[in-house]
Structure formats: structure tokens, C-alpha cells
């Protein structure tokens, strides 16, 4: 059995069933040296009894196997699986009291009856105790399971932040791009990138220092990332260049965007004495457009947002081409 799921649930009901036979014949040499009742004969209800008591088990066994070994193979949360439990050993405690009830019954005192009884009597709550150690364990691996998804997803996450600003990374912009083009390529949106750069950043850093540097793009990076809330996603694409990826968005509205973060941009007051063109930082954008029609390959766009924003900056700076 080449699958692992499937092998260790056979094992499980292998061993469920075994235990249940075990009893039986200790029942059955306990009864035949006269230590448990002995019943005249073998009635009708006693045929019933120990097909339902088969019957019964079989459930319980196949329920208990499929709740522990989809919890092995599958992340779920602690709250559902301890549910499953629940409900499993509600269905044991059941099935248990019915058996006591019968085992009490002096109008059912026969040979099988009374097998049905004492296993029902002692084989629910020895498989209770299984399951429930069989359960401390599964909970213990799902813990870790989750803990290590956890650990998974967070480093995952961290790889696509950039370090100093905390916003999407060059990493990210690439992935983000690659979808966005795969649904322009199968007609579904088109989308619009915008190439941004902050005008006389080396001279910022060589008036203010490299600290201060650091400071001044994270800065930016928080105020982008609130100026294109609901309309796109900004990454550092490198250095003091940020990327926007506008979803379903025209080049009207691109440029639009790219101009309101242009003005604003110089609106923050970020002081940068030393620049030509301004006494506060400012920036510069090329921006490019996806069409569906067009189908443009990734590197001719960025080719072309690229060649854009050195225009503006050719043009005097401050400014956005389109």
C-alpha cells in the first residue's frame, strides 16, 4: 500500500477488531467454565443484537479513523477537530449506555445477549480510552502542524517585504506582474504601471546623511502605500524607485494617480534644501498602460514606463509622462 493514509487506517480498523474478537473469546472461555451466565439457546433478538453490536462498531471504528487521519493529513484549526472528537465520543458514550441498559435487562438474559453485553460493557470504554489517547496525540500533531504552517506562511510573507520600508518588494512586484499580464494575455483586464522616482535622492543623502536617507523612503513608502489604498499596489522596486501595479485601470486614470501622488508628494514637506527644483522632495513617473489589445510583453512595458520616467526627469523633473 503505497498510500500512507489509507495503510495506517487499515491498521487501525485491524486493531479495533481484533480488540472487539479478544473479548469475545474471553467472554466465551469465561461462560464455558462457568463464570458468566450461561443462556439456554440462541434466540432471535439475539441474532439482532450481536449484528447491531457488529454493526455499531464498525461505524464507530470507520467515524474514529477518518476524524484522526483527516486531521494527519489535513491543517485543520484545534476548534474543528476537537469537535469531530466531541461528536465521536458522544456517538461512543450512546452506543455504551444502550449496552448497560440491555446488559441490566433480566428479560434478555441469554448467551449472546449477554456476550453483546459484556462487550458493549467493556470493549466501548476501552475504545473510548484509545480514542482518547489516540486524540491527545493528533492534537498534539495538528498543534505543531498549525505552528509550523504558521512559521511557513510568515517567512513566506516576510520574503516579499522590503526590509527598510515595509511595503512590497521587488520580488513581489514581479509575481503581482505576472498575474496581472497572465488575465491582460487572457483577455480578462487590462492594467497599468506606474515607474516612480524620487528627484535628487543622492543629493538628499550626501546633504542629510544615509540615515536620514532611510528615513526619507520610508517615509514615502507609508505615504504611497496610503495615497493608492483601494486602487493598486506599490512596491520599492529598487534603491529610491518605487513600481505601482494599477489593476483594471486606463492610462487616463494611471495618470491621474501618478500625478495626485506627484503633487502630493510635495504637499508632505519633506525638506530637501539641496535640491534644484524644490525645497521640498519631489518625484518623477513614467507610466505605462497594458491594453488587452496591445498584448505587450512584461519587459517591453517596463521598457517603456522606464523610458518615461527618464523623460520626465530629461524634462526638468517634478512631473509625469504618459
Not at 467472554?27 to 453490536?53: H, Q
Not at 504601471?193 to 507609508?222: A, S, T
Request: hydrophobic share 45%.
Amino acid at each position: 500500500m503505497k498510500n500512507p493514509l489509507f495503510r495506517r487506517m487499515s491498521i487501525y480498523v485491524c486493531i479495533s477488531l481484533a480488540i472487539i474478537t479478544i473479548i469475545t473469546t474471553i467472554l466465551e472461555v469465561l461462560r464455558a467454565k462457568g463464570y458468566l451466565p450461561n443462556g439456554n439457546n440462541v434466540t432471535p433478538n439475539g441474532e439482532v443484537l450481536i449484528l447491531r453490536a457488529i454493526f455499531i462498531h464498525l461505524i464507530q471504528v470507520t467515524i474514529g479513523t477518518v476524524h484522526l487521519f483527516y486531521a494527519a493529513n489535513k491543517i485543520v484549526s484545534k476548534k474543528k477537530i476537537s469537535l469531530l472528537y466531541t461528536i465521536h465520543i458522544f456517538l461512543l458514550f450512546i452506543s455504551w449506555f444502550s449496552y448497560v441498559l440491555e446488559f441490566f435487562d433480566p428479560s434478555k438474559v441469554q448467551h449472546l445477549e449477554l456476550s453483546v453485553g459484556y462487550i458493549g460493557f467493556i470493549s466501548l470504554p476501552l475504545f473510548f480510552i484509545i480514542m482518547y489517547i489516540f486524540s491527545a496525540i493528533q492534537l498534539d500533531i495538528v498543534d505543531r502542524l498549525v505552528r509550523e504552517q504558521k512559521l511557513s506562511k510568515y517567512l513566506k510573507n516576510i520574503s516579499f517585504i522590503d526590509g527598510l520600508t515595509m511595503i512590497p518588494n521587488r520580488r513581489f512586484f514581479d509575481l503581482k506582474i505576472q498575474n496581472e499580464h497572465k488575465k491582460m494575455i487572457e483577455g480578462i483586464s487590462r492594467f497599468s504601471l506606474v515607474l516612480l522616482d524620487i528627484d535628487y535622492f543622492k543629493l538628499y543623502n550626501d546633504q542629510y546623511g544615509h540615515l536620514q536617507g532611510d528615513e526619507c523612503l520610508k517615509q514615502v513608502g507609508r505615504f504611497l502605500v496610503v495615497h493608492l489604498k483601494g486602487k493598486g499596489v506599490v512596491c520599492r522596486y529598487g534603491g529610491e524607485e518605487f513600481g505601482f501595479i494599477l489593476p483594471n485601470c486606463s492610462k487616463e486614470e494611471a495618470l491621474e494617480i501618478a500625478r495626485n501622488c506627484n503633487k502630493s508628494l510635495e504637499d508632505l514637506a519633506i525638506p530637501h534644501l539641496t535640491s534644484p527644483i524644490s525645497d521640498y522632495v519631489t518625484c518623477s513617473a513614467g507610466v505605462v498602460t497594458f491594453e488587452i489589445e496591445e498584448k505587450i510583453s512584461i519587459k517591453q512595458g517596463i521598457e517603456t514606463a522606464d523610458q518615461r520616467l527618464y523623460m520626465a526627469k530629461q524634462n526638468g523633473r517634478n512631473r509625469v509622462v504618459g
